[in-house]
């Protein structure tokens, strides 16, 4: 009796260990901040779970430079269907490493900018800028913030897309002065962090007079938590604009599901939670339109972007200009 019940247990649970293996499981590498509970992520991936009929599961792997630094060391190995949170100054580099496949059509788009990429699918967008205390005199653009005392975090352009964005903001403002303003600024940055999220917190401790982050970071003081006392300042050569995209693998054993998830970013489902979780402009507006409170966040007097082709091109050299102020 003994066996037969312990190979009728055995029996159920090779079904149940069936039925669950044929729940298809949908991996996407992000960044750290995307899956913290704060973040898109749980509410994103309870609204497709809803309708997939799958296993979504989110890893975390870093800020966004690291992320592309992931996938490229594990190349046609990686466990991931979809990497999102790569942005323009990465796509060319990620294009090129033959990893990724072209999306279909998409549906109509709400950027700043014309979007004709093939392969990389927009799901958020925004300008980078430094976010300070009301209280503290805002420097007019970054000659001044280099003339004066106030004290700043930046993040590491080798590992995160703000860092590199400030980079390119920098070399796009300036040129060929770029590596003559980063010999200015090193005396006002306190550190350089790994990513975003440190660089955050170390702010809002007070180790700095301003961070590095986006026009729309104040959104979620005010909004969140009812706090106007946080600003970006508006900066007079204008902010460079970061547009957030999603690819899937080429070689994902899902490819069906991995299309549903780069169809469904664009739905309601996903862009209407960005606003008050990712705290950036949707690609696509949800309906009712932005949250209150937005409509106080700065509007640069310029955008300045470079194609992904451009920021591959001059990226390398950018940061090296970079790396050899703060170096001295």
């Not at 509410?43 to 966004?64: H, I, N, P, R, Y």
């Not at 003339?147 to 703000?162: E, H, N």
């Not at 350089?192 to 007079?209: I, K, M, N, Q, R």
């Not at 050299?317 to 170096?327: G, I, N």
Request: proline share 6%; with cysteine.
């Amino acid at each position: 009796m003994r066996k037969t019940h312990l190979s009728h247990v055995a029996g159920l649970c090779l079904i149940a260990s069936g039925a669950m293996a044929e729940t298809p499981v949908l991996t996407v590498y992000t960044y750290d901040s995307f899956t913290s509970e704060w973040g898109p992520g749980p509410a994103v991936e309870a609204a497709f779970e809803e309708t997939c009929g799958c296993d979504l599961q989110f890893v975390a792997a870093g800020d966004g430079a690291a992320l592309l630094s992931r996938v490229l060391l594990e190349g046609a190995s990686t466990e991931a269907d979809i990497v999102l949170g790569l942005d323009t100054t990465l796509t060319e580099k990620a294009l090129a490493s033959g990893l990724f496949a072209p999306h279909g059509d998409l549906a109509p788009l709400d950027l700043p900018v014309e979007w004709i990429d093939p392969t990389f699918v927009p799901f958020d967008w925004g300008w980078f800028a430094f976010v300070a205390n009301a209280d503290v005199a805002a420097p007019a653009d970054f000659e001044a913030l280099a003339a004066s005392d106030l004290k700043i975090v930046i993040q590491d352009p080798r590992s995160s897309t703000p860092g590199l964005g400030l980079v390119m903001w920098v070399k796009a403002a300036y040129g060929d002065r770029a590596g003559e303003i980063w010999s200015a600024l090193a005396d006002n940055i306190v550190t350089v962090t790994p990513g975003w999220s440190e660089a955050y917190g170390l702010f809002l401790e007070g180790e700095a007079d301003a961070v590095l982050s986006y026009t729309t970071s104040p959104a979620y003081h005010l909004i969140a938590e009812g706090d106007a006392s946080k600003v970006a300042w508006a900066f007079a050569e204008g902010h460079y604009l970061q547009v957030e995209v999603a690819g899937k693998i080429a070689g994902t054993d899902q490819p069906d599901l991995a299309d549903a998830f780069l169809d469904f970013m664009l739905t309601s489902g996903f862009q209407s939670v960005i606003p008050t979780t990712n705290w950036m402009y949707p690609a696509v507006t949800p309906e009712g339109g932005l949250p209150e409170g937005y409509e106080q966040m700065i509007s640069p007097v310029q955008s300045l972007l470079y194609s992904s082709a451009e920021a591959q091109a001059v990226r390398d050299a950018a940061v090296e200009e970079w790396r050899a102020a703060l170096s001295r």
